[in-house]
């Protein structure tokens, strides 16, 4: 890993692996999330960079979320999380580039939450998965508003109003979770379809995230609209790219295409 302390970060190629290393189990205080949105800024900044991975250290834990001896000697809901918000995903502004989540083991509180920030979420199938907050008197702000938009919605008010646990395969049963995989093939899986995506093309996987966050709560014609309008500068740098113009050239000479990234 290139980088010390409890975010630790490798980059292979065009893909960046993070891990969240802070035993025991990879709680998030203050520093820990400032750092968490620096990584993902730059990472999100850097043109040689193109997917990352998120997983946490030890197999044990993913992430339990908030670091409580922080929020005992003051932290609180409104502390200064850093330029990603909370966990340095959920709120980093113009993010377009794809993340892999490799669930390693107990996901929970801000935990769940900075895991369904990826686009992408495998599990080992010995991952687990809750919202306790409920039993704190406290609210899962981040979840109660994205979770019902992820999963059936009677199963997300069940899991937001119970705070129960569920594991990998209900995780998977329920569209959580894209895959579950044995612990040893949890790092090799995610990687393979890092490689996957970082070979596709990035002005693409830029526009499509783009598009989602941008009309996630619009009509179909008004979000229809929007894209063909080419007010997102993400769709609008690919209409205008050397990248389409070379997929359309690949299609018709039968090869495959090779991305710019312009």
């Known amino acids: 890993m290139d980088k010390a302390g409890p975010v630790k970060t490798r980059a292979d190629g065009r893909i960046l692996e993070v891990v969240l290393d802070r035993p025991k189990a990879n709680a998030i205080d203050q520093s820990t999330s400032q750092e968490l949105g620096r990584v993902f800024a730059n990472f999100r900044d850097d ?4 997917v990352a991975i998120l997983t946490g250290g030890g197999d044990r834990f993913f992430c339990a979320g908030w670091d409580l001896n922080a929020a005992a000697d003051g932290e609180s809901a409104t502390t200064d999380f850093g330029v990603g918000g909370f966990g340095g995903l959920q709120e980093l502004s113009d993010f377009n580039k794809p993340v892999i989540a490799a669930v390693n083991g107990i996901a929970c509180g ?8 990826a686009d ?12 306790p ?4 008197g406290t609210l899962a ?5 994205k979770l019902p938009k992820m999963i059936p919605h009677h199963i997300a008010m069940e899991l937001l109003f119970t705070g129960r646990w569920i594991d990998a395969a209900e995780a998977a049963q329920w569209g959580l979770v894209n895959e579950v995989v044995k612990p040893e093939q949890l790092l090799p899986c995610a990687r393979e379809i890092a490689q996957l995506l970082a070979e596709g ?3 693409v996987f830029a526009a499509i995230k783009e598009v989602v966050r941008k009309t996630q709560n619009m009509d179909f014609q008004e979000a229809l609209d929007l894209v063909n309008s080419q007010s997102l500068p ?8 050397e990248d389409m113009h070379e997929g359309a050239k690949a299609f018709s000479e039968k090869r495959l295409p090779v991305w710019k990234g312009r």
């Open 47 to 50: 043109p040689d960079l193109r």
């Open 110 to 117: 801000g935990g769940f939450e900075l895991m369904i920030c």
């Open 120 to 131: 992408i979420i495998v599990a080992s199938d010995s991952a687990t998965f809750a919202l």
């Open 133 to 136: 907050e409920i039993n704190a």
């Open 141 to 145: 702000d981040a979840a109660t508003i």
């Open 201 to 203: 093309p990035p002005l």
């Open 234 to 241: 993400a769709v609008r740098t690919l209409y205008n790219s």
